[in-house]
């Protein structure tokens, strides 16, 4: 079997991988994709509620904490990996596409916000900040690609996450150019436009299959080895990502069923988005 990479991309072969993206999504229409940023810097307003009640909140306080913190936060990475249901990765100069790894210019270490635990386990995971500020992405110029690829109007598209409040408030963001709308439906509209209709995050579906934890460890409970990089890397964990959706729709046995049940149901949202009929 071809060896795995990871495509690095920065400014100056963006146009080219957004170009050979394009050209692989015909034939491998499942996109997952991971987002590496500076930690969390807010939390819930009211200080009587601990650290280890927040998986506790409503939906709507939990998209508002969320969009406190994508609102004031820059994206450091963005990983992409294609696939089809069956799990088979592009081909590309003899070598399997495992994911495309954005490095992204925006955030400065210097004057952005940021937690500074976060950045060392970042810094510790191999992500060079300088690099990334030197030759690194601009969002604007990744969202005028995006846009003029026809990435966002290709309907029959499906979009993977894991966890992905965060991964898809800061693709609405930087798609938009603006902050995250103040009601939770509103957001979820945008997702629909940019994304399309069909949008999964595999933590609901891994529940259901009666697996619990973080990306690592459902991907042990599903026997799946880490192919290639390391945890918080955005490519490395766009990668996983899809191998544990791809290997749940197994486990599950019914794709179909999965891909009508679990459609924009995500994890600390699914009130509200159960109840969202627009996207349906």
């Given at each position: 079997m071809a060896e795995i990479e990871i495509r690095k991309v920065w400014?100056?072969?963006?146009?080219?991988?957004?170009?050979?993206i394009q050209g692989f999504l015909h034939q491998f229409p499942i996109i997952s994709m991971d987002t590496e940023f500076p930690g969390t810097v807010f939390t819930i307003k009211t200080t009587d509620i601990t650290k280890h009640l927040l998986?506790?909140?409503?939906?709507?306080?939990?998209y508002a904490v969320m969009k406190r913190n994508v609102d004031a936060l820059r994206l450091i990475q963005l990983g992409?990996?294609?696939?089809?249901?069956?799990?088979?990765?592009?081909?590309?100069d003899g070598r399997r596409?495992?994911?495309?790894?954005f490095n992204f210019a925006d955030f400065d270490l210097a004057s952005d916000l940021h937690n500074p635990d976060s950045l060392s386990l970042l810094r510790r995971q191999g992500i060079d900040f300088a690099r990334?500020?030197?030759a690194g992405v601009d969002s604007r110029s990744f969202a005028l690609l995006f846009k003029l690829s026809g990435l966002a109007a290709l309907r029959r598209v499906a979009w993977v996450t894991f966890h992905g409040a965060y991964d898809l408030g800061f693709m609405v963001k930087i798609l938009t150019g603006r902050r995250l709308p103040d009601a939770l439906g509103d957001f979820v509209a945008l997702v629909n436009v940019h994304l399309g209709p069909r949008v999964?995050?595999?933590?609901?579906?891994?529940?259901?299959?009666?697996?619990?934890?973080?990306?690592?460890?459902?991907?042990?409970?599903l026997s799946l080895e880490r192919a290639l990089g390391r945890s918080h890397q955005a490519g490395s964990d766009s990668l996983l990502t899809m191998l544990v959706f791809v290997e749940l729709m197994k486990k599950f046995g019914k794709e179909k069923q999965i891909m009508e049940e679990f459609n924009y149901v995500f994890f600390g949202l699914t009130e509200a988005l159960l109840h969202y009929e627009g996207v349906r």
């Open positions: 400014a100056s072969n963006l146009a080219a991988e957004i170009a050979l998986s506790s909140l409503s939906a709507a306080d939990t992409l990996t294609l696939s089809d249901s069956a799990g088979a990765l592009p081909l590309h596409v495992g994911a495309w790894e990334n500020r030197l999964y995050d595999a933590k609901p579906v891994a529940r259901a299959c009666g697996l619990h934890g973080g990306l690592e460890a459902i991907g042990k409970g």
